[in-house]
Structure formats: structure tokens, C-alpha cells
């Protein structure tokens, strides 16, 4: 069956653009009226956005798992929902149906009932990319309960610092998880971690590697025999519970500019709708197409386009376990060709080291079945956009570049496949209710075209952050402060003279390693607990694979013998407090930070330097040292 809201023509982008900008009521009434619905809602958009505080169908209950599962079985329910694809290609693939996913969680539903968590409880999941990750998403989501999925490349630290903000109850975990020749252990980590948390009562284990583990009697247990006791007793499916349009569907923590990650909040309704919305729209799925989306389900990008949107739009969706590299370069191709993936969404830090090893795993793959491109996560630079184009996309696939943030719930600014225009490097337009706008340093609204600012959101979309968890005002003053009544998205942006849009990076002390969103205070943080370490400085530089590299200087407290000791004990505590995606690249020991009268690191100075510009630093006589920067300046790597 036709999608009745897929747009079909650039002219009906233009129209319901319209639509959704003079009469967003209706607009989303209409779409919103596909869904499952347990009771309607009585208003559309409610709340008050320019105060952070936005609501859409409220008054409306619903449970996300009915629209992505229970609805699809009356016509498709032999037809896949997922498919899994191994880390090692030799291993046998998994096929499940939607009617299999639909007995899975509710199976792992009635578990996790069994362990007493209820409708509002938080879950931690921290998995491996397998099935049972997204079984257990939605099992959650069955279930009421709030999940909060930690990216397995986490450390200890990291996730007991999450567990703990938001309280967990539960935590869902493996044994370990492959990712290419290695296995990453995965509960010893959580056993760590649980040291320091108090709130867990209930560990779930999925056997996945058959690594031996430590098991914690009355604590922890095993997925399987859980579930197999559940089949026994014979409970049959678990009822959805009602939830209310705005009851948090889940966290996921990110990055920013300052402190300890914080705790983004999606409801259920208004994500469900912008999830599948700009699913539809943007890869313009059809049915029985498959889709396979690189990411993991760690980050948003796996929550919006490898579960929820997909599976809303009864989707089949591909997991993939692996990386991109291993056993060969042509991983990706292989998978595209064993399984004829129609829809391919990658990041460009991906194509970019596929990129680098040549055309040689290109060979004999035909990537004949694909008909639409995605990247997603950070700027795509002019060559990678090339390169894409013409050896996956044969010249004539469309690419959609996908500008959009964990807080925005889903894709915000992209072309439409095969209906609007592309553009290498640009986004190019807003999707239906969005309303961008650029601002000056002033907080003027930049109008007409051939301008470039600070990227807000004027007015609330439905996918929208709802707040940041147990802190309200942070999300406030994070978000919805920089500029009165607007979203402020961290991001700077140029608008063409067509009015097309280009993100030109972030404007925060936010880096985007490898379309990974690392705060410049939280590594700080990191190294300072390095005992010898007196004090550290952060900023990124231009990486030719990961888009920025991470660049740090470093205060040691004595004279240094062994710099590259150092360096790796360095490297080592990032490691054991964020995770080893927080490594730094670079690490340069200076004798003192430019700083100015009041105290404060001058990063633009840092950043000119890592930058390999420091001929283009400018003024420093206002600096309290401006002696430092020149032995900033020789010591340079
Ligand atoms: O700087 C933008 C960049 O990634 C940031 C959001 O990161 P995160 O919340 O981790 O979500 C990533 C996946 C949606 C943005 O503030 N970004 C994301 N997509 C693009 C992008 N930069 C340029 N072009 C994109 N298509």
C-alpha cells in the first residue's frame, strides 16, 4: 500500500511545505491519523516551545510498539522486519519476520515484567549490534519503561555516569560483542560499572560470544533462560501498554560543550510521527525495499532509521554487526549484494576510509539493487560526496544528505530521493515543519539568500527534545536560550543564493570525530584526572578521515622524560573514564595555555595552531601571556 503522506513531486514538497508552515494543525492531524492510536488526541501542538517546553497529541495514548509491529501483522506478518548480518560472513544470517519480532518482545516484555520493572522504570541497554539490542528496545518500549541505549564503546565510567543520572533499574547487556577480528567484552565492563551504581537490581545477559563472565546470583541472569521459562509458562503476547503521547519513549545521552553528557528526552508520539515522517519521505521508501543503515543503534541515527522509522513504515531493515573493514574493504558491497539493499545511509567518516583504500574491493560487487544513498553525522566534504556518487551511486543514484541532531529526533534539513534537488556538501531544504533561520552573533535574523549564522529552529516540530533528563533547565539554558523563542542548534550554516542550506560545522566547543559528537570539556576532564597532569586544553582540527581530529595540550606538573609514556598513560585514562572514541589524536605538552585577563583558555588562538594557521592568529596583545603562544607555537606536532 501507498504511503498517502510520501511526497511525490518536487511541486507537492513545495505545497505541503506550505501546508505545514501556515496550518501545522491540520497538517500533522492528518498524518498523525495513519497511526494506531489508543485514544485521540485533543491538541495537536501544545505547550510552549519558546520556553522549551513543546507538546504534540497530547491527550492522545498510544504505544510505539502497535505502530511498529502489531499493525504490520493483519498483512505482512511472514514478511521480514529484520535482517541480521554477522560479524563474520560465515555465520548464518538471521531472518525475523515481523510475526517472529512480534512474539520476541513480547516474550522479552513478559521478562522483563517478571523482573518488576514498570511503565516509567529506566533500562539501560549496552549490547552489541544483534537483534536482541533492538528486541530489547522495543520490548522496553512495550513495556512502558524507558530505555537508554549506551554505545558499547563506552567505558565503565561513562556508563555508570549514565545508570546513574537516570537511575536505571535495569541494565541489558552480552556477554560480549564481535566487532571485526575482536571481541569486546561487554558485561565485565558493566560489572565495573555497577560498582558504583545503586540503583540496578536486575542484570539481563545475552549469550552471544560465549565468553565466560562473572554472574552475580540474584542480581543477574541469563536472556535465554529467561525467556525460555517465559515460553514455558505459556503467557502468550503481553499488552501494549498505554502510554501518553508526551510519556518519555526514551534517553539517550550526548555530548556538550559543558559537563557530563546529558540525558536528551523523546516522547512517544511526536517521535514515533517524525521518525516515520521523514523516513518515508527522505529515503522515499517503498514497500519491501530493504534497508540497511551503518550505524549503531547507540546513537540516534540507529534509533530513528534502523528500529523506529522503519519498522513504523513496515520496513525491513538490515543489522549489521560488524565494521566496515573486515574481513576485507568491501564488507559493505558484499552485504548490499547478498542481500539486494535498495536504501544505503552511512556516514561520510565511513566513506572517506573506504575512500582511501581504492577501487579495488569495488571489484565484481554490482550494487545494481540500490536506489538511494544517505550520509548522516557531520559535513561531507566535495570528495567523498564524489566518490559515493560515482562508484556506489554509478552516477545515477540520488544522494540525500541528512542534516539532523540527537536532539531533533530525526532528520530535519535533506533532500527528498529523486524528488528535490541535491547538491554536493549541502543539505539543501527544510523538511516539513521545520522553519530554519540564521542569526547573527546579535541574535538578528539573517534574511534573503547568500547568507551564512548560527542555525536555529523558529518553530516546534514534533520530534523535538522534550527536555533533558532530571534537569529541565539545563535543557533551557542548552538549547533555548541563545537566541529568545528559537532552537539554537550548536551548528553554523550558510544558505546559498537557491536557498539551499550548507552546515558548516559546529560553532560550540562540540568536535564531530567520526560523526561522533565528543565535548571539548569532558576529554579535559578526563586528562586532568591524569595524576601529573596540571591542566589541558582541547580543540579540534581538520582529519582527513574522521572529519576532525582531536587535538590536545597538556600542562604536566614536572619535567618530562618520557613524553611518549606519558602520552599513552594519557590516552589510557580517556579510555577508562569516556571510552577509546575520545582518544585524542594529538597530544602537544606546553609550559602554560593562552589565556586571557579574566582566565580563559583562548581556544580560537589553540585551534589556529592545530590548524597548522598560526600565521593567521592575529591580535594577542590582549592575552595575559601572549609569550605562550610562540612556545605553543615551535612545540607544534
Ligand atoms: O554538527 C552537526 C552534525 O552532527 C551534529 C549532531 O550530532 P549527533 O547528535 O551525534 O547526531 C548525529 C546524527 C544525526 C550536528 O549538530 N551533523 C549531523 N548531520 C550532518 C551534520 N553536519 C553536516 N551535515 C550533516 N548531514
Known sequence: MKCPYQIQSLEQYHTDYQRSINDPDTFWADIASNFTWKKQWNTVRGGDFKNGQSTWFEGGTLNITENCIDRHLADNAQQNAIIFEPNDPQSDT????????????????????????????????????????????????????????????????????????????????????????????????????????????????????????????????????????????????????????????????????????????????????????????????????????????????????????????????????????????????????????????????????????????????????????????????EEAWNWYHEHIGKNRLPIVDTWWQTETGGIMISNLAGITPAKATFATYPLPGVIPQLLDENGHVLEGNSVSGNLCIAQSWPGSIRTTWGDHDRCLQTYFSAYQGK??????????????????????????VSGHRIGTAEVENAINMHPGVVESAIVGYPHEIKGQGIYAYVIFQNEIDDAQTLKTEILKTVSQLIGPIAKPDKIQFVPALPKTRSGKIMRRILRKIAEGESDKIGDISTLLNPEAVEVIKQGVI
Open 487 to 512: 532552537y539554537f542548534t550548536g551548528d553554523g550554516c550558510l544558505r546559498d543564493e537557491n536557498g539551499m542550506y550548507r552546515i558548516t560545522g559546529r560553532v560550540d566547543d562540540v568536535l564531530n
Open 94 to 381: 538471521q531472518y525475523i519476520t515481523y510475526q517472529q519480532l512480534y512474539d520476541r518482545v513480547n516474550e522479552f516484555a513478559h521478562v522483563l515484567q517478571k523482573h518488576g520493572i514498570q511503565k516509567g522504570d529506566r533500562v539501560c541497554l549496552y549490547m552489541g549490534m544483534i537483534p536482541e539490542l533492538a528486541i530489547a528496545v522495543l520490548a522496553c518500549a512495550r513495556i512502558g519503561a524507558i530505555h537508554s541505549v549506551i554505545f558499547g564503546g563506552f567505558s565503565a565510567q561513562s556508563i555508570s555516569d549514565r545508570v546513574n543520572d537516570a537511575q536505571a533499574k535495569c541494565i541489558i547487556t552480552c556477554d560480549a560483542a564481535y566487532r571485526g577480528a575482536k571481541t569486546i567484552p561487554l558485561k565485565s565492563v558493566i560489572d565495573d560499572a555497577l560498582a558504583s551504581c545503586t540503583s540496578v537490581q536486575t542484570v539481563i545477559v545475552y549469550n552471544h560470544v560465549n565468553e565466560t563472565v562473572n554472574m552475580v546470583s540474584g542480581r543477574d541472569f541469563w536472556w535465554k533462560e529467561e525467556v525460555s521459562q517465559v515460553q514455558q509458562d505459556k503467557l502468550g503476547g503481553f499488552p501494549a501498554v498505554e502510554m501518553n503521547a508526551e510519556d518519555p519513549l526514551f534517553i539517550l545521552y550526548t555530548s556538550g560543550s559543558t559537563g557530563k553528557p546529558k540525558g536528551v528526552v523523546h516522547s512517544c508520539a511526536g517521535y514515533m510521527v517524525w521518525a516515520n515522517y521523514t523516513f518515508v519521505n527522505v529515503f522515499q521508501y517503498k514497500q519491501n525495499q530493504l534497508h540497511f543503515c551503518t550505524a549503531d543503534i547507540g546513537w540516534i541515527t540507529g534509533h530513528s532509521y534502523i528500529v523506529y522509522g522503519p519498522l513504523s513504515a513496515g520496513g525491513t531493515t538490515l543489522m549489521f554487526e560488524g565494521i566496515p573493514t573486515w574481513p576485507d574493504a568491501g564488507r559493505f558491497w558484499d552485504i548490499v549484494d547478498k542481500y539486494k539493499v535498495d536504501i544505503l545511509y552511512t556516514a561520510p567518516t565511513a566513506i572517506r576510509s573506504l575512500m582511501g583504500c581504492g577501487l579495488d574491493p569495488l571489484e565484481n560487487k554490482s550494487l545494481e539493487s540500490l536506489k538511494v544513498l544517505g550520509t548522516v553525522g557531520e559535513p561531507i566534504n
